[in-house]
Protein backbone atom coordinates (compact mmCIF):
# COMPACT_ATOMS: atom_id res chain seq x y z
CA UNK A 1 0.00 0.00 0.00
CA UNK A 2 3.15 2.16 1.09
CA UNK A 3 4.82 1.61 -2.86
CA UNK A 4 0.91 2.71 -4.36
CA UNK A 5 0.94 5.75 -2.69
CA UNK A 6 5.03 6.50 -3.43
CA UNK A 7 3.58 5.62 -7.48
CA UNK A 8 0.76 8.20 -7.16
CA UNK A 9 2.33 11.02 -5.72
CA UNK A 10 5.41 10.74 -8.03
CA UNK A 11 3.19 10.56 -10.53
CA UNK A 12 1.32 14.24 -9.69
CA UNK A 13 5.11 15.22 -9.21
CA UNK A 14 5.60 14.63 -13.11
CA UNK A 15 2.79 16.62 -14.15
CA UNK A 16 3.36 19.46 -12.67
CA UNK A 17 7.29 19.61 -13.74
CA UNK A 18 5.58 19.24 -17.17
CA UNK A 19 3.08 21.33 -16.99
CA UNK A 20 5.96 23.80 -15.50
CA UNK A 21 8.22 23.31 -18.42
CA UNK A 22 5.32 23.45 -20.93
CA UNK A 23 4.06 27.12 -19.16
CA UNK A 24 6.87 28.86 -18.82
CA UNK A 25 8.08 28.62 -22.32
CA UNK A 26 4.93 31.25 -22.67
CA UNK A 27 5.40 33.24 -19.83
CA UNK A 28 9.26 33.48 -21.36
CA UNK A 29 7.99 35.27 -24.33
CA UNK A 30 5.80 37.78 -22.21
CA UNK A 31 8.74 38.45 -19.96
CA UNK A 32 11.47 38.68 -22.70
CA UNK A 33 8.75 41.20 -24.54
CA UNK A 34 8.04 43.17 -20.87
CA UNK A 35 11.69 43.80 -20.22
CA UNK A 36 12.21 45.05 -23.89
CA UNK A 37 9.40 47.74 -23.43
CA UNK A 38 10.83 48.31 -20.16
CA UNK A 39 14.81 49.24 -21.83
CA UNK A 40 12.60 50.94 -24.59
CA UNK A 41 10.85 53.08 -21.90
CA UNK A 42 14.33 53.83 -20.07
CA UNK A 43 15.77 54.86 -23.56
CA UNK A 44 12.78 57.02 -23.79
CA UNK A 45 13.63 58.84 -20.63
CA UNK A 46 16.79 59.54 -21.26
CA UNK A 47 16.33 60.49 -24.85
CA UNK A 48 13.53 62.33 -23.41
CA UNK A 49 16.24 64.51 -20.71
CA UNK A 50 18.72 64.81 -23.86
CA UNK A 51 16.30 66.19 -25.88
CA UNK A 52 15.45 68.88 -23.24
CA UNK A 53 18.92 69.69 -22.53
CA UNK A 54 19.92 70.38 -26.13
CA UNK A 55 16.17 72.39 -27.18
CA UNK A 56 17.23 74.28 -24.06
CA UNK A 57 20.61 74.45 -25.51
CA UNK A 58 19.24 75.73 -28.90
CA UNK A 59 17.26 78.27 -27.34
CA UNK A 60 20.12 79.90 -26.21
CA UNK A 61 21.89 79.23 -29.20
CA UNK A 62 19.35 80.88 -31.20
CA UNK A 63 19.70 84.03 -29.70
CA UNK A 64 23.26 83.65 -30.36
CA UNK A 65 23.62 82.69 -34.21
CA UNK A 66 22.03 81.82 -37.37
CA UNK A 67 23.60 78.74 -37.79
CA UNK A 68 22.88 77.01 -34.72
CA UNK A 69 18.61 77.41 -35.54
CA UNK A 70 19.35 75.75 -38.15
CA UNK A 71 20.80 72.86 -36.36
CA UNK A 72 18.36 73.38 -33.97
CA UNK A 73 15.46 72.61 -36.47
CA UNK A 74 16.80 69.68 -37.63
CA UNK A 75 17.46 68.42 -33.96
CA UNK A 76 13.62 68.93 -33.02
CA UNK A 77 12.48 67.10 -36.44
CA UNK A 78 14.71 63.84 -35.64
CA UNK A 79 13.18 64.64 -32.53
CA UNK A 80 9.48 64.33 -33.56
CA UNK A 81 10.32 61.26 -36.15
CA UNK A 82 11.71 59.54 -33.20
CA UNK A 83 9.12 60.34 -30.99
CA UNK A 84 6.25 59.04 -33.30
CA UNK A 85 8.27 56.18 -33.94
CA UNK A 86 8.87 55.51 -30.36
CA UNK A 87 5.24 56.04 -29.89
CA UNK A 88 4.03 53.45 -32.86
CA UNK A 89 6.46 50.83 -30.91
CA UNK A 90 4.99 51.77 -27.34
CA UNK A 91 1.49 51.05 -28.98
CA UNK A 92 2.91 48.04 -30.68
CA UNK A 93 3.75 47.20 -26.99
CA UNK A 94 0.96 47.62 -25.19
CA UNK A 95 -1.27 46.16 -27.75
CA UNK A 96 1.13 43.27 -27.34
CA UNK A 97 1.10 43.03 -23.75
CA UNK A 98 -2.94 43.02 -23.85
CA UNK A 99 -2.80 39.78 -26.01
CA UNK A 100 -0.34 37.97 -23.68
CA UNK A 101 -2.03 39.43 -20.56
CA UNK A 102 -5.61 37.74 -22.47
CA UNK A 103 -3.40 34.45 -22.65
CA UNK A 104 -2.47 34.79 -18.86
CA UNK A 105 -6.24 34.45 -18.27
CA UNK A 106 -6.92 31.78 -20.24
CA UNK A 107 -3.90 29.62 -19.11
CA UNK A 108 -5.15 30.28 -15.52
CA UNK A 109 -8.39 29.42 -16.03
CA UNK A 110 -7.02 25.92 -17.61
CA UNK A 111 -4.99 25.61 -14.60
CA UNK A 112 -8.10 26.33 -12.57
CA UNK A 113 -9.77 23.76 -14.60
CA UNK A 114 -6.95 21.05 -14.44
CA UNK A 115 -6.42 21.57 -10.54
CA UNK A 116 -10.19 20.69 -10.84
CA UNK A 117 -9.81 18.02 -12.38
CA UNK A 118 -6.90 16.26 -10.23
CA UNK A 119 -9.24 16.71 -7.23
CA UNK A 120 -11.60 14.53 -8.57
CA UNK A 121 -9.49 11.89 -10.64
CA UNK A 122 -7.88 11.94 -6.95
CA UNK A 123 -11.03 11.32 -4.83
CA UNK A 124 -11.89 8.74 -8.05
CA UNK A 125 -8.83 7.27 -6.53
CA UNK A 126 -9.78 7.28 -3.44
CA UNK A 127 -13.28 5.47 -4.01
CA UNK A 128 -11.78 3.11 -6.35
CA UNK A 129 -8.79 2.15 -3.79
CA UNK A 130 -12.20 1.83 -1.26
CA UNK A 131 -13.48 -0.60 -3.78
CA UNK A 132 -10.56 -2.73 -4.05
CA UNK A 133 -10.39 -3.01 -0.25
CA UNK A 134 -13.93 -4.33 -0.13
CA UNK A 135 -13.46 -6.40 -3.25
CA UNK A 136 -10.19 -8.05 -1.71
CA UNK A 137 -12.31 -8.60 1.44
CA UNK A 138 -14.68 -10.08 -0.41
CA UNK A 139 -12.29 -12.34 -2.53
CA UNK A 140 -11.30 -13.73 1.10
CA UNK A 141 -14.51 -14.37 2.42
CA UNK A 142 -15.65 -16.02 -0.85
CA UNK A 143 -12.04 -18.14 -0.54
CA UNK A 144 -13.01 -19.38 2.81
CA UNK A 145 -16.47 -20.18 1.81
CA UNK A 146 -15.08 -22.20 -1.50
CA UNK A 147 -12.74 -24.02 1.09
CA UNK A 148 -15.88 -25.10 3.43
CA UNK A 149 -17.89 -26.09 0.13
CA UNK A 150 -14.81 -28.31 -1.13
CA UNK A 151 -14.36 -29.81 2.37
CA UNK A 152 -18.42 -30.60 2.40
CA UNK A 153 -18.31 -31.77 -0.76
CA UNK A 154 -15.46 -34.18 0.16
CA UNK A 155 -17.62 -35.15 3.70
CA UNK A 156 -20.49 -36.08 1.08
CA UNK A 157 -18.63 -37.54 -1.11
CA UNK A 158 -17.18 -39.75 0.94
CA UNK A 159 -20.61 -40.56 2.56
CA UNK A 160 -21.71 -41.38 -0.61
CA UNK A 161 -19.02 -44.38 -1.35
CA UNK A 162 -20.07 -45.15 1.79
CA UNK A 163 -23.83 -46.02 1.37
CA UNK A 164 -22.94 -46.79 -2.60
CA UNK A 165 -20.87 -49.34 -0.72
CA UNK A 166 -23.74 -50.39 1.57
CA UNK A 167 -26.31 -49.91 -1.26
CA UNK A 168 -24.14 -52.44 -3.28
CA UNK A 169 -24.50 -55.29 -0.25
CA UNK A 170 -28.45 -54.51 0.41
CA UNK A 171 -28.77 -55.12 -3.31
CA UNK A 172 -26.97 -58.59 -3.65
CA UNK A 173 -28.79 -59.25 -0.46
CA UNK A 174 -31.81 -58.35 -2.00
CA UNK A 175 -30.96 -60.16 -5.55
CA UNK A 176 -30.53 -63.67 -3.03
CA UNK A 177 -33.32 -62.78 -0.98
CA UNK A 178 -35.26 -62.40 -4.55
CA UNK A 179 -33.40 -65.96 -5.48
CA UNK A 180 -35.32 -67.70 -2.15
CA UNK A 181 -38.36 -66.16 -2.31
CA UNK A 182 -38.66 -67.13 -5.71
CA UNK A 183 -37.60 -70.70 -4.90
CA UNK A 184 -39.90 -70.52 -1.76
CA UNK A 185 -42.59 -69.37 -4.27
CA UNK A 186 -42.28 -71.96 -6.70
CA UNK A 187 -42.12 -74.61 -4.01
CA UNK A 188 -45.66 -73.07 -2.46
CA UNK A 189 -47.15 -73.34 -5.93
CA UNK A 190 -46.30 -77.28 -6.62
CA UNK A 191 -47.41 -78.08 -3.42
CA UNK A 192 -50.86 -76.14 -4.00
CA UNK A 193 -51.24 -77.40 -7.31
CA UNK A 194 -50.39 -80.71 -5.51
CA UNK A 195 -53.21 -79.90 -2.92
CA UNK A 196 -55.79 -78.92 -5.98
CA UNK A 197 -55.37 -82.06 -7.85
CA UNK A 198 -56.45 -83.65 -4.56
CA UNK A 199 -58.94 -81.46 -4.01
CA UNK A 200 -60.02 -82.36 -7.40
CA UNK A 201 -59.75 -85.56 -7.65
CA UNK A 202 -61.91 -85.85 -4.33
CA UNK A 203 -64.68 -83.87 -5.57
CA UNK A 204 -64.42 -85.91 -8.90
CA UNK A 205 -65.10 -89.04 -6.82
CA UNK A 206 -67.66 -87.18 -4.58
CA UNK A 207 -69.23 -85.99 -7.49
CA UNK A 208 -69.48 -89.19 -9.25
CA UNK A 209 -70.68 -90.67 -6.36
CA UNK A 210 -74.16 -87.96 -6.06
CA UNK A 211 -73.99 -88.54 -9.87
CA UNK A 212 -74.84 -91.96 -9.64
CA UNK A 213 -76.22 -91.74 -6.67
CA UNK A 214 -79.21 -88.92 -8.50
CA UNK A 215 -79.56 -90.92 -11.44
CA UNK A 216 -80.39 -93.96 -9.62
CA UNK A 217 -83.28 -91.82 -7.93
CA UNK A 218 -84.49 -90.36 -10.95
CA UNK A 219 -84.76 -93.74 -12.93
CA UNK A 220 -86.66 -95.28 -9.88
CA UNK A 221 -88.55 -92.44 -10.19
CA UNK A 222 -89.31 -92.43 -13.61
CA UNK A 223 -90.53 -95.83 -13.18
CA UNK A 224 -93.63 -94.90 -11.27
CA UNK A 225 -96.41 -93.30 -13.43
CA UNK A 226 -96.96 -89.23 -12.39
CA UNK A 227 -100.01 -87.58 -13.27
CA UNK A 228 -100.04 -83.92 -13.67
CA UNK A 229 -102.67 -81.91 -12.24
CA UNK A 230 -104.70 -79.67 -14.03
CA UNK A 231 -103.23 -76.18 -12.27
CA UNK A 232 -99.91 -77.53 -11.57
CA UNK A 233 -97.71 -74.22 -13.00
CA UNK A 234 -94.92 -76.10 -13.15
CA UNK A 235 -94.05 -75.67 -17.43
CA UNK A 236 -92.86 -78.84 -19.85
CA UNK A 237 -90.04 -78.24 -21.40
CA UNK A 238 -89.11 -79.35 -24.45
CA UNK A 239 -86.25 -79.26 -27.00
CA UNK A 240 -87.80 -76.71 -28.86
CA UNK A 241 -90.51 -75.38 -26.57
CA UNK A 242 -88.77 -72.01 -25.98
CA UNK A 243 -89.25 -70.86 -29.81
CA UNK A 244 -92.98 -71.71 -29.50
CA UNK A 245 -95.30 -68.56 -30.58
CA UNK A 246 -97.40 -66.09 -28.29
CA UNK A 247 -100.64 -67.87 -28.54
CA UNK A 248 -99.11 -71.30 -28.06
CA UNK A 249 -100.22 -72.61 -24.38
CA UNK A 250 -98.24 -75.26 -22.38
CA UNK A 251 -99.49 -78.68 -22.77
CA UNK A 252 -101.80 -79.59 -19.41
CA UNK A 253 -102.71 -83.74 -20.01
CA UNK A 254 -101.19 -86.20 -17.78
CA UNK A 255 -97.85 -87.66 -18.89
CA UNK A 256 -98.81 -91.62 -19.79
CA UNK A 257 -96.86 -94.41 -18.56
CA UNK A 258 -95.50 -94.58 -21.90
CA UNK A 259 -94.34 -91.15 -21.93
CA UNK A 260 -92.87 -91.72 -18.78
CA UNK A 261 -91.25 -94.73 -20.22
CA UNK A 262 -89.84 -92.67 -22.77
CA UNK A 263 -88.92 -90.10 -20.64
CA UNK A 264 -86.59 -92.48 -18.83
CA UNK A 265 -85.07 -93.65 -21.48
CA UNK A 266 -83.45 -90.13 -22.04
CA UNK A 267 -79.98 -89.71 -21.23
CA UNK A 268 -79.09 -88.08 -17.68
CA UNK A 269 -77.59 -85.49 -18.60
CA UNK A 270 -80.58 -83.63 -20.84
CA UNK A 271 -82.92 -84.66 -17.98
CA UNK A 272 -80.69 -83.27 -15.50
CA UNK A 273 -80.48 -79.98 -17.96
CA UNK A 274 -84.41 -79.95 -18.31
CA UNK A 275 -84.71 -79.75 -14.80
CA UNK A 276 -82.32 -77.18 -14.27
CA UNK A 277 -83.75 -74.80 -16.93
CA UNK A 278 -87.09 -75.40 -15.24
CA UNK A 279 -85.72 -74.32 -11.82
CA UNK A 280 -83.74 -72.08 -13.70
CA UNK A 281 -86.21 -69.94 -14.67
CA UNK A 282 -88.93 -70.30 -11.94
CA UNK A 283 -85.85 -68.44 -10.19
CA UNK A 284 -85.33 -65.95 -12.30
CA UNK A 285 -88.81 -64.82 -13.09
CA UNK A 286 -88.70 -64.62 -9.24
CA UNK A 287 -84.91 -62.68 -9.11
CA UNK A 288 -86.65 -59.25 -8.97
CA UNK A 289 -89.20 -59.18 -6.72
CA UNK A 290 -88.73 -57.67 -3.48
CA UNK A 291 -89.65 -57.28 0.34
CA UNK A 292 -92.65 -55.49 2.01
CA UNK A 293 -90.44 -53.52 3.71
CA UNK A 294 -88.34 -52.30 0.64
CA UNK A 295 -89.70 -49.33 -1.38
CA UNK A 296 -86.76 -48.51 -3.33
CA UNK A 297 -86.50 -50.71 -6.68
CA UNK A 298 -83.00 -52.26 -7.29
CA UNK A 299 -80.37 -51.36 -9.84
CA UNK A 300 -81.74 -50.61 -13.36
CA UNK A 301 -85.41 -50.57 -12.46
CA UNK A 302 -87.42 -47.34 -12.32
CA UNK A 303 -91.13 -48.03 -10.53
CA UNK A 304 -91.87 -44.23 -11.29
CA UNK A 305 -89.93 -40.98 -11.93
CA UNK A 306 -91.07 -38.23 -9.55
CA UNK A 307 -90.72 -34.82 -10.52
CA UNK A 308 -89.15 -32.67 -7.83
CA UNK A 309 -90.68 -29.93 -6.25
CA UNK A 310 -89.45 -30.01 -2.69
CA UNK A 311 -86.19 -29.65 -1.30
CA UNK A 312 -85.86 -32.43 1.38
CA UNK A 313 -82.49 -31.56 2.86
CA UNK A 314 -79.65 -28.83 2.34
CA UNK A 315 -76.66 -29.82 4.29
CA UNK A 316 -72.85 -28.79 3.64
CA UNK A 317 -71.01 -31.63 1.89
CA UNK A 318 -67.64 -30.25 1.82
CA UNK A 319 -65.33 -27.90 2.60
CA UNK A 320 -65.20 -25.56 -0.78
CA UNK A 321 -66.42 -26.26 -3.96
CA UNK A 322 -68.49 -29.17 -4.66
CA UNK A 323 -67.74 -30.22 -8.33
CA UNK A 324 -69.52 -33.94 -9.15
CA UNK A 325 -72.63 -36.16 -8.04
CA UNK A 326 -73.62 -39.72 -8.12
CA UNK A 327 -76.31 -41.75 -7.42
CA UNK A 328 -75.64 -45.81 -6.95
CA UNK A 329 -76.68 -48.49 -9.25
CA UNK A 330 -79.37 -49.03 -5.63
CA UNK A 331 -80.40 -45.16 -5.54
CA UNK A 332 -79.34 -46.02 -1.75
CA UNK A 333 -76.17 -44.13 -1.71
CA UNK A 334 -74.68 -41.32 -3.17
CA UNK A 335 -71.44 -40.06 -4.14
CA UNK A 336 -70.04 -36.03 -4.26
CA UNK A 337 -66.53 -34.62 -4.89
CA UNK A 338 -64.90 -31.22 -4.06
CA UNK A 339 -62.30 -29.37 -4.18
CA UNK A 340 -61.26 -30.46 -0.36
CA UNK A 341 -59.35 -33.56 -2.43
CA UNK A 342 -62.26 -35.60 -0.92
CA UNK A 343 -65.05 -38.05 -1.94
CA UNK A 344 -67.47 -38.42 0.21
CA UNK A 345 -70.56 -41.70 0.60
CA UNK A 346 -73.79 -40.37 2.03
CA UNK A 347 -76.63 -42.59 2.56
CA UNK A 348 -80.54 -41.69 1.78
CA UNK A 349 -82.44 -42.34 4.66
CA UNK A 350 -86.41 -40.89 5.00
CA UNK A 351 -85.38 -38.02 2.69
CA UNK A 352 -82.52 -37.18 4.75
CA UNK A 353 -78.48 -37.68 3.57
CA UNK A 354 -76.53 -39.52 6.27
CA UNK A 355 -72.69 -39.61 6.23
CA UNK A 356 -71.44 -42.56 5.82
CA UNK A 357 -67.55 -41.67 5.04
CA UNK A 358 -64.77 -40.30 2.70
CA UNK A 359 -62.91 -41.89 0.00
CA UNK A 360 -59.16 -40.40 0.27
CA UNK A 361 -55.70 -40.62 -1.52
CA UNK A 362 -56.89 -37.82 -4.41
CA UNK A 363 -54.07 -35.18 -4.12
CA UNK A 364 -56.51 -32.18 -6.01
CA UNK A 365 -59.70 -31.75 -6.38
CA UNK A 366 -62.46 -34.23 -7.42
CA UNK A 367 -63.90 -33.76 -11.48
CA UNK A 368 -66.74 -36.82 -11.97
CA UNK A 369 -67.70 -39.33 -10.29
CA UNK A 370 -68.94 -42.78 -11.41
CA UNK A 371 -70.42 -45.88 -9.76
CA UNK A 372 -69.86 -49.64 -11.26
CA UNK A 373 -72.77 -50.99 -12.75
CA UNK A 374 -73.05 -53.41 -9.25
CA UNK A 375 -71.95 -50.16 -7.03
CA UNK A 376 -68.80 -51.95 -5.76
CA UNK A 377 -66.53 -49.58 -7.09
CA UNK A 378 -66.10 -46.21 -7.32
CA UNK A 379 -64.04 -44.50 -9.80
CA UNK A 380 -63.73 -40.46 -9.59
CA UNK A 381 -60.94 -38.15 -11.70
CA UNK A 382 -59.18 -35.43 -10.18
CA UNK A 383 -57.00 -32.81 -10.95
CA UNK A 384 -53.37 -34.37 -9.83
CA UNK A 385 -53.27 -36.13 -13.31
CA UNK A 386 -54.89 -39.31 -12.13
CA UNK A 387 -57.93 -41.62 -11.91
CA UNK A 388 -58.47 -43.06 -8.76
CA UNK A 389 -61.05 -46.49 -8.03
CA UNK A 390 -62.12 -47.43 -4.25
CA UNK A 391 -64.12 -50.33 -3.01
CA UNK A 392 -67.57 -48.53 -1.42
CA UNK A 393 -68.07 -51.04 1.14
CA UNK A 394 -65.00 -50.59 2.66
CA UNK A 395 -63.39 -47.04 1.84
CA UNK A 396 -60.37 -49.05 0.24
CA UNK A 397 -58.17 -47.18 -2.62
CA UNK A 398 -57.14 -49.56 -5.05
CA UNK A 399 -56.03 -48.56 -7.80
CA UNK A 400 -54.03 -45.14 -9.26
CA UNK A 401 -54.03 -45.05 -12.68
CA UNK A 402 -51.49 -42.45 -13.45
CA UNK A 403 -50.01 -41.31 -16.88
CA UNK A 404 -51.98 -37.80 -18.30
CA UNK A 405 -49.88 -34.67 -18.35
CA UNK A 406 -52.98 -32.60 -17.47
CA UNK A 407 -56.06 -32.24 -14.76
CA UNK A 408 -58.11 -35.30 -15.73
CA UNK A 409 -61.98 -34.33 -16.57
CA UNK A 410 -63.77 -36.96 -16.69
CA UNK A 411 -63.58 -41.33 -16.03
CA UNK A 412 -66.07 -43.72 -17.01
CA UNK A 413 -66.29 -47.64 -16.60
CA UNK A 414 -66.47 -49.31 -19.62
CA UNK A 415 -69.83 -52.13 -20.17
CA UNK A 416 -67.39 -54.55 -18.84
CA UNK A 417 -66.53 -53.37 -15.58
CA UNK A 418 -63.10 -54.08 -16.23
CA UNK A 419 -62.01 -51.21 -18.28
CA UNK A 420 -62.43 -47.83 -17.95
CA UNK A 421 -61.90 -44.50 -20.58
CA UNK A 422 -60.48 -41.53 -18.94
CA UNK A 423 -60.40 -37.89 -20.82
CA UNK A 424 -57.69 -34.87 -19.83
CA UNK A 425 -57.18 -31.28 -20.45
CA UNK A 426 -53.64 -32.70 -22.36
CA UNK A 427 -56.31 -33.45 -25.21
CA UNK A 428 -56.06 -37.65 -24.89
CA UNK A 429 -58.13 -40.10 -24.10
CA UNK A 430 -56.89 -43.49 -22.59
CA UNK A 431 -58.05 -47.11 -22.27
CA UNK A 432 -57.14 -48.16 -19.26
CA UNK A 433 -57.40 -52.37 -18.31
CA UNK A 434 -58.23 -52.84 -14.59
CA UNK A 435 -56.77 -56.73 -14.43
CA UNK A 436 -52.92 -55.28 -15.67
CA UNK A 437 -53.82 -51.96 -14.29
CA UNK A 438 -52.06 -50.47 -17.55
CA UNK A 439 -52.94 -47.98 -20.08
CA UNK A 440 -53.92 -50.25 -23.61
CA UNK A 441 -54.57 -47.10 -25.89
CA UNK A 442 -53.89 -43.72 -25.84
CA UNK A 443 -55.60 -41.33 -28.69
CA UNK A 444 -54.93 -38.00 -29.43
CA UNK A 445 -58.16 -36.15 -29.14
CA UNK A 446 -57.25 -32.59 -30.56
CA UNK A 447 -58.97 -30.80 -27.84
CA UNK A 448 -59.81 -31.15 -23.90
CA UNK A 449 -62.11 -33.26 -23.29
CA UNK A 450 -64.72 -32.35 -20.81
CA UNK A 451 -67.04 -35.41 -20.69
CA UNK A 452 -66.98 -39.21 -21.47
CA UNK A 453 -69.94 -41.36 -22.07
CA UNK A 454 -69.41 -45.08 -23.21
CA UNK A 455 -71.62 -47.77 -24.84
CA UNK A 456 -70.40 -51.61 -26.13
CA UNK A 457 -67.83 -50.30 -28.60
CA UNK A 458 -68.23 -46.61 -28.95
CA UNK A 459 -66.75 -43.76 -26.31
CA UNK A 460 -68.42 -40.18 -26.94
CA UNK A 461 -66.46 -37.88 -25.66
CA UNK A 462 -67.26 -33.76 -25.47
CA UNK A 463 -64.52 -31.35 -26.29
CA UNK A 464 -63.44 -27.67 -25.46
CA UNK A 465 -63.34 -27.05 -29.15
CA UNK A 466 -67.77 -27.34 -29.25
CA UNK A 467 -66.99 -31.20 -30.86
CA UNK A 468 -68.99 -34.45 -29.78
CA UNK A 469 -66.47 -36.77 -31.30
CA UNK A 470 -67.30 -40.57 -31.30
CA UNK A 471 -64.56 -43.50 -31.16
CA UNK A 472 -64.43 -46.61 -32.63
CA UNK A 473 -62.36 -48.72 -29.53
CA UNK A 474 -61.46 -51.36 -31.81
CA UNK A 475 -59.96 -49.05 -34.64
CA UNK A 476 -58.76 -46.33 -32.12
CA UNK A 477 -60.36 -43.65 -34.57
CA UNK A 478 -62.90 -41.37 -34.86
CA UNK A 479 -66.04 -42.74 -36.36
CA UNK A 480 -67.43 -39.30 -36.61
CA UNK A 481 -67.65 -35.88 -35.14
CA UNK A 482 -70.81 -33.73 -34.39
CA UNK A 483 -69.94 -29.71 -33.62
CA UNK A 484 -72.12 -28.01 -31.10
CA UNK A 485 -72.65 -23.89 -30.72
CA UNK A 486 -70.72 -23.96 -27.73
CA UNK A 487 -67.81 -25.74 -25.25
CA UNK A 488 -69.43 -29.38 -24.21
CA UNK A 489 -69.20 -29.55 -20.84
CA UNK A 490 -71.57 -32.91 -20.11
CA UNK A 491 -72.87 -36.06 -21.97
CA UNK A 492 -75.41 -38.71 -20.62
CA UNK A 493 -77.11 -41.40 -22.34
CA UNK A 494 -80.53 -42.87 -21.72
CA UNK A 495 -81.48 -46.43 -20.18
CA UNK A 496 -81.12 -48.01 -23.43
CA UNK A 497 -78.26 -45.99 -24.38
CA UNK A 498 -80.19 -45.00 -27.94
CA UNK A 499 -79.90 -41.04 -27.10
CA UNK A 500 -77.10 -38.77 -25.91
CA UNK A 501 -77.61 -35.97 -24.02
CA UNK A 502 -75.19 -32.66 -24.23
CA UNK A 503 -74.47 -29.59 -22.29
CA UNK A 504 -72.96 -26.69 -23.80
CA UNK A 505 -71.73 -22.93 -22.92
CA UNK A 506 -74.44 -21.48 -25.70
CA UNK A 507 -77.12 -22.45 -23.00
CA UNK A 508 -79.07 -25.34 -24.87
CA UNK A 509 -79.35 -28.85 -23.74
CA UNK A 510 -79.50 -31.39 -26.70
CA UNK A 511 -80.68 -34.53 -27.53
CA UNK A 512 -79.46 -36.75 -30.39
CA UNK A 513 -80.46 -39.79 -31.38
CA UNK A 514 -77.78 -42.13 -32.08
CA UNK A 515 -80.14 -44.28 -34.54
CA UNK A 516 -80.58 -41.47 -37.00
CA UNK A 517 -77.33 -39.53 -35.95
CA UNK A 518 -79.50 -36.49 -35.79
CA UNK A 519 -80.73 -33.77 -33.35
CA UNK A 520 -84.02 -34.60 -31.50
CA UNK A 521 -84.79 -32.04 -29.50
CA UNK A 522 -83.39 -29.10 -28.06
CA UNK A 523 -83.89 -27.25 -24.61
CA UNK A 524 -83.63 -23.31 -23.22
CA UNK A 525 -85.09 -21.41 -21.03
CA UNK A 526 -85.62 -17.79 -20.07
CA UNK A 527 -82.49 -17.44 -17.43
CA UNK A 528 -80.54 -20.63 -17.78
CA UNK A 529 -77.17 -20.27 -18.40
CA UNK A 530 -74.46 -22.77 -18.36
CA UNK A 531 -72.06 -21.55 -15.30
CA UNK A 532 -68.83 -23.80 -16.31
CA UNK A 533 -66.80 -26.09 -18.83
CA UNK A 534 -68.06 -28.62 -15.98
CA UNK A 535 -71.68 -28.24 -15.73
CA UNK A 536 -73.22 -31.71 -15.87
CA UNK A 537 -76.83 -32.29 -16.51
CA UNK A 538 -78.65 -35.65 -16.52
CA UNK A 539 -81.74 -37.75 -18.20
CA UNK A 540 -84.45 -39.15 -15.88
CA UNK A 541 -84.32 -43.02 -15.56
CA UNK A 542 -87.02 -43.85 -17.82
CA UNK A 543 -85.60 -41.17 -20.05
CA UNK A 544 -88.72 -38.90 -20.34
CA UNK A 545 -87.37 -35.79 -18.80
CA UNK A 546 -83.80 -34.17 -18.21
CA UNK A 547 -82.33 -32.08 -15.33
CA UNK A 548 -79.75 -29.37 -15.51
CA UNK A 549 -78.47 -26.71 -13.13
CA UNK A 550 -78.17 -22.87 -13.89
CA UNK A 551 -75.59 -19.99 -12.77
CA UNK A 552 -77.83 -18.37 -10.97
CA UNK A 553 -78.39 -21.50 -8.73
CA UNK A 554 -82.35 -22.49 -10.53
CA UNK A 555 -82.71 -26.19 -11.28
CA UNK A 556 -85.32 -26.68 -14.36
CA UNK A 557 -86.89 -30.07 -15.25
CA UNK A 558 -87.27 -30.33 -19.03
CA UNK A 559 -89.99 -32.55 -20.54
CA UNK A 560 -88.39 -34.70 -23.60
CA UNK A 561 -91.78 -35.14 -25.00
CA UNK A 562 -92.59 -31.48 -25.19
CA UNK A 563 -89.42 -30.04 -25.32
CA UNK A 564 -90.79 -27.19 -22.58
CA UNK A 565 -89.62 -26.48 -18.88
CA UNK A 566 -91.91 -28.47 -16.46
CA UNK A 567 -90.72 -27.07 -13.45
CA UNK A 568 -88.15 -24.88 -12.32
CA UNK A 569 -86.59 -24.57 -8.91
CA UNK A 570 -84.79 -21.76 -7.70
CA UNK A 571 -85.23 -20.18 -4.20
CA UNK A 572 -82.44 -22.90 -1.96
CA UNK A 573 -79.03 -22.83 -4.05
CA UNK A 574 -76.79 -19.61 -3.21
CA UNK A 575 -74.63 -20.25 -5.74
CA UNK A 576 -73.81 -21.80 -9.82
CA UNK A 577 -75.09 -25.87 -9.91
CA UNK A 578 -72.03 -27.30 -11.05
CA UNK A 579 -73.93 -31.52 -11.04
CA UNK A 580 -77.17 -33.09 -10.97
CA UNK A 581 -77.78 -36.48 -10.57
CA UNK A 582 -81.00 -38.44 -10.82
CA UNK A 583 -81.24 -41.59 -8.75
CA UNK A 584 -82.13 -44.94 -10.56
CA UNK A 585 -85.18 -45.58 -8.78
CA UNK A 586 -86.59 -41.87 -9.97
CA UNK A 587 -86.98 -40.68 -6.90
CA UNK A 588 -84.58 -38.22 -5.48
CA UNK A 589 -82.74 -35.42 -7.49
CA UNK A 590 -79.59 -34.32 -6.05
CA UNK A 591 -77.61 -30.93 -6.91
CA UNK A 592 -74.70 -29.63 -6.09
CA UNK A 593 -73.19 -26.16 -6.30
CA UNK A 594 -69.93 -24.32 -6.49
CA UNK A 595 -70.30 -23.39 -2.58
CA UNK A 596 -70.39 -25.96 -0.20
CA UNK A 597 -73.89 -26.92 -0.44
CA UNK A 598 -75.70 -29.95 -1.95
CA UNK A 599 -80.05 -30.69 -1.90
CA UNK A 600 -81.90 -33.50 -2.03
CA UNK A 601 -84.83 -33.12 -3.88
CA UNK A 602 -88.30 -35.13 -4.45
CA UNK A 603 -92.15 -34.30 -4.47
CA UNK A 604 -92.89 -35.83 -1.56
Not at 169 to 193: F, G, H, I, P, Y
Not at 208 to 223: F, S
Not at 425 to 431: A, N, S, W
Amino acid sequence: MAEQRVEWKTHISEQLKLRDRVQRHTFEEIVHQYNRLLEKSDLQVVLSERYQTDKYEAQRGHESSPADLGRSDILQQEMAQMRIRHQEELTELHKKRGELAQSVIELNNQIQQKDKEIQMNEARMLEFQQQIFSLEGDCRDLKSSLQDLERANQTLKDEYDALQITFSALEEKLRKTSEDNQELVSRWMAEKAQEANRLNAENEKDSRRRQAKLQKELADAAKEPLPIEPDDDIEVLTEDGGKGGEGETPLSRPLSRASSKKTSQQPPGGLLDSISNIFGRRRSANSFSMSPDNSEPLSGLCAEVRIPSTALHAFEAHDGEVNAVKFSPGSRLLATGGMDRRVKLWEVVAGRCESKGALTGSNAGITSIEFDSAGSYLLAASNDFASRIWTVDDFRLRHTLTGHSGKVLSARFLLDNARIVSGSYDRTLKLWDLRSKVCMKTVFAGSSCNDIVCTEQCVMSGHFDKKVRFWDIRAESIVRELELMGRVTSLDLNHDRTELLTCSRDDLLKIIDLRTNTIRQTFSAQGFKCGADWTRVTFSPDGSYVAGGSADGALYIWNVLTGKVDRTLDKNHNSAINSVSWSPSGTYVISVEKGSRAILWSDL
